[in-house]
């Protein structure tokens, strides 16, 4: 006769049953229980797997605008688009003052010469040295607007922007605390980032 073992569970002299997973020895009755127990937790984990399954299987589109981080990276974007906008403008201003600039100045005096000119020849209060003044007035005038109709180079001084590494003024990296793993990856700016955006400012 097989020598018997006390029941992990009774405790009774009933244990003829080995449990290879616990080591542990069950009468007939009590294995099934135990064997219940294992079903039990078993069904237990396939319903966790079947949770995990049902959040990863859940869509997850980068390109929703909804996203937080999409939302962050849109707004700088708009934010971005704007001072180069404005600093374009300021340029395109800057530009046009510079090429008109010749223009007004010259205008202006010429205004002042012709009145100067007029009251001369109202009041007859000139002498030799006067008209020469005036006449080399006109001559200064006249080598003017040659110039002016040849054009003014004026040059676009782009070597700052185009310092600008794009790749790197925004990026996005995933957090690597442990306490925030379960949370979303957040839009970084680096200190190039700072830098240059300061030069779009108005």
């Known amino acids: 006769m097989a020598k018997s073992n006390q029941c992990s569970t009774c ?3 009933t244990g003829i049953i080995l449990c290879t997973g616990c080591d542990g020895y069950f009468c007939t009755k009590d ?6 127990l294992l079903f039990t937790e078993m069904e237990k984990l396939v319903e966790e ?3 995990v399954k049902e959040e990863i299987n859940k869509p997850t589109n980068a390109n929703d605008t909804n996203n937080p981080l999409i939302e ?3 707004a700088w974007e708009k934010i971005t688009i704007e001072k180069v906008r ?3 403008e300021q340029m395109r201003q800057q530009a046009n003052q ?3 600039s010749k223009s007004v100045k010259i205008t202006n005096e010429f205004r002042s010469f012709s009145e100067e000119l007029a009251n001369m020849k109202e009041t007859e209060d000139y002498v030799e040295h006067d008209l020469a003044r005036l006449k080399q007035k006109i001559d200064q005038f006249n080598e003017d607007l040659t110039q002016l109709s040849q054009g003014t180079r004026i040059e676009l001084n782009k070597d700052e922007s185009e310092k600008i590494n794009w790749n790197r003024i925004i990026y996005v990296q995933e957090k690597l605390a442990e306490v925030e793993r379960q949370q979303t990856p957040t839009i970084k700016q680096g200190m190039f980032l700072t830098t240059n955006l300061n030069k779009f400012s108005v």
Do not use: D, S, V, W
């Open 11 to 13: 405790q009774k002299p």
């Open 31 to 36: 294995f099934r229980g135990h064997r219940e």
């Open 49 to 51: 797997r079947n949770k």
């Open 72 to 74: 962050e990276i849109n």
């Open 86 to 88: 404005q600093t374009a």
């Open 98 to 100: 510079l090429m008109n």
